[in-house]
């Protein structure tokens, strides 16, 4: 369930500090009215913990939603997997909820390399791509690194819809770490690369 007071639009982290706003798996800054992060001793609404920014931010979104006043934007002081997904829920909460496992799923590939789900990995793979300055679809990215965060983030928040739809589209960009993740997991299952469980 969500309320009448989303979604929010993303802004970026420096444009923010004089408006209320959500921050989702960052800091605080002097705007900001709720804070949706797993980092350590961030103040996240109590019930909503979880282990990944983005669960947090769906936690949130089942809730209602209801704590953020006034704050109209959303934001983050930095790009990545758990970021993207969690700042997408709050953004477009509608279709975030319809494929909330897969999103999470990619946020738990992204921050901790963990993925029961092999179309949430590419998709985390396709997102780091997306923010490699030898890799990434999007050229040349700003040498500063806040300008860097909000290009991402604008791009990601366009593109994270067509690739949840079909993961094809964005194949160019896992494909290659997809492959090699193939072969390190074809070496476990040959016993080639035997593994040492340490219960203690």
Same mark, same amino acid.
């Given at each position: 369930? %969500? #309320? ?28 900001? +009215?709720?804070? &949706? ?9 109590? !019930?909503?913990?979880?282990? /990944?920014?983005?669960? =947090?931010?769906?936690?949130?979104? #089942? ?10 934007? +959303? %934001? ?9 997904? !969690? ?9 975030? &909820?319809?494929?909330?496992? &897969? ?5 738990? $590939? !992204? #921050?901790? $390399? ?9 998709? /985390? ?30 791009? !990601?928040?366009?593109?994270?819809? %067509? ?14 770490? #997809? ?7 074809? &070496?476990?299952? /040959?016993?080639? +690369?035997? =593994? ?5």
């Amino acid at each position: 369930m %969500t #309320d009448a007071r989303l979604p929010l639009r993303f802004s970026a982290y420096d444009e923010t500090a004089g408006e209320p706003n959500v921050v989702v798996d960052g800091s605080p800054n002097a705007g900001t +009215v709720v804070v &949706l992060s797993h980092w350590p001793g961030m103040p996240t609404p109590a !019930g909503c913990e979880a282990d /990944s920014s983005c669960q =947090i931010a769906f936690r949130y979104l #089942d809730r209602g939603a209801d704590q953020h006043g006034e704050a109209r934007v +959303v %934001t983050n002081n930095h790009f990545d997997q758990d970021g993207l997904t !969690g700042v997408y829920a709050l953004v477009d909460p509608e279709s975030a &909820l319809c494929r909330r496992a &897969l999103l999470e799923g990619l946020a738990s $590939a !992204g #921050d901790f $390399a963990v993925a029961s789900d092999r179309t949430a990995a590419r998709l /985390s793979m396709a997102v780091a791509a997306l923010s490699d300055p030898e890799r990434s679809p999007l050229g040349n990215l700003p040498e500063a690194y806040d300008q860097r965060c909000a290009l991402l983030y604008d791009a !990601g928040l366009r593109l994270l819809p %067509t690739w949840l739809e079909d993961p094809q589209r964005c194949r160019e960009l896992w494909a290659e770490e #997809d492959a090699e993740l193939d072969a390190a997991e074809a &070496l476990v299952a /040959s016993g080639k +690369v035997p =593994i040492d469980e340490h219960p203690d």
